[in-house]
């Protein structure tokens, strides 16, 4: 669904998200790497169930919370990727 | 220059404006909201969304008449709403709680609700006391510092924004011509009679005015001969991330919003038109809060905001009407509480109905000394 726009992206980094070994570039942040493995999901609403995914991109609507190397509730769009990151989503553990 | 022919024209699209304008508004009758844009002062988007009757009054039971009289419309007002525009503004409404710290502070409070329901007499609406144990079996999430509560089964909360946009779509629906970006800047009396309103988009005429301008009152009401001493008192408002289910009733200073935010007010500043936020001011809430509820010290806090009340000498409603019946005045503080009664009684006074005993009780006369001095 997404596709990253610079075809030649500076360097390689590896990540896990829910376990799945997903390749990313220096730079991109946990939430480009989601949407680019086609796992746009983050979690569950707590109020209501629902799964939510990253909205606003830029900080503000926390619907992209994850967990980072074991650190709950990140903001996915405001934290970039390194190499060897951990990141699991709340719908893995549904 | 456009020039209209309204009914009525009301300035100011906040809560007050805009429950005013969605009661008088029907068939036949021609309506325009007028507001300024998108930046503006605005009470209506920044508060904490009680409905709350719960301590209001102190020697002035009409006052804790009319809020009472407002939280026991509400779920009516809600259901029209939502029957009427979709749109559920999520009222809870199963009682709410004023949490203490300190003895002393449970105590004076009971005292103050013992002698409100004194003074309401027949009209006394129920108040209890809660103990430690009482107020966790409501909310257990306290912490042990909380001495005990009171509680007032009237009481809830709803969400605003929903009820914010509800009550536009419900305007809009019902046909009144909202105007964003027209500022009033003066309002004439017309030589035949009605009213010219100058506005930033246009001129506009009507035969009623109803001020409705928050914290605009002050400048717009000398102009029909009426008077709205109102001041700005700021609010900082802390919102958490959304967690589950924590809080099954609002308190007065943390509440759980239906969408799972925890919500943490609300400062009281008198620092001018200044709707930024301090840390100082902002950790003395979250610090006070965590000692009620110690699991809110897990959460992160994702917002934090200030707003300004619309803030009155005494903190009571002004209601007023010029002799000639056609220029009205509707400025409070509490205005989420009061919309059910704005979109009803006060409404139906300025579509020509009869005139509540609040123009009376709440008449800005009760400044003349204010205002002399
Ligand atoms: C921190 C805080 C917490 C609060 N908590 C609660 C609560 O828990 N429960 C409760 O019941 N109430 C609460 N309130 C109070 C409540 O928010 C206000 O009483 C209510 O929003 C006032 O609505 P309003 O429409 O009069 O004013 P506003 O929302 O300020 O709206 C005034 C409108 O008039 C417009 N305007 C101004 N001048 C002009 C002009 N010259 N021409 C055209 N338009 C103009 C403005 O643009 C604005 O849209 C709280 C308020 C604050 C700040
Ligand atoms: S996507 Fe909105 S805060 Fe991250």
Known sequence: ?94 | MRRSEFDIAVVGGGIVGAAIAFGAAGPGRRIVMLDEGDVALRASRGNFALVWVHGKGLGRPDYARWSARAVRRWRSFADDLAAETGTDVGLEQRGGLLLFLDGEGLTTQAAACRRIADDLGADAFPVEVLDHAATARLLPAIGPEVVGATFCPLDGHVNVLRLFGALHEGCRRRGVDYRPGAKVAAISREPGGGYRLDTAAGTVAAARVVLAAGLGNGRLAPMLGLSAPVLPERGQILVTERTGRLLDYPTGTVRQTDEGSVMIGASKERVGFDTGTETEVLAELAASAVRMFPALASLAVVRSWGALRVMTPDGLPIYAVDPSGTAFLATCHSGITLASVHAGEIAAAVAGGTLPDVFAQFSPERFADVQAA
């Open chain 1, 1 to 94: 669904m997404f596709r990253r726009l610079d075809p030649k992206p500076a360097g390689a980094v590896t990540l896990t998200i829910d376990g799945r070994v997903v390749a990313a570039a220096p730079g991109d942040s946990v939430m480009g790497a989601m949407l680019l493995a086609d796992t746009p999901a983050a979690g569950r609403s707590p109020a209501d169930g629902s799964p939510r995914a990253p909205y606003c991109g830029m900080g503000v609507c926390f619907e992209c919370l994850v967990t980072i190397d074991g650190g709950p509730r990140r903001q996915a769009c405001l934290t970039p990727v390194r190499d060897g990151m951990v990141v699991t989503t709340g719908i893995a553990d549904d």
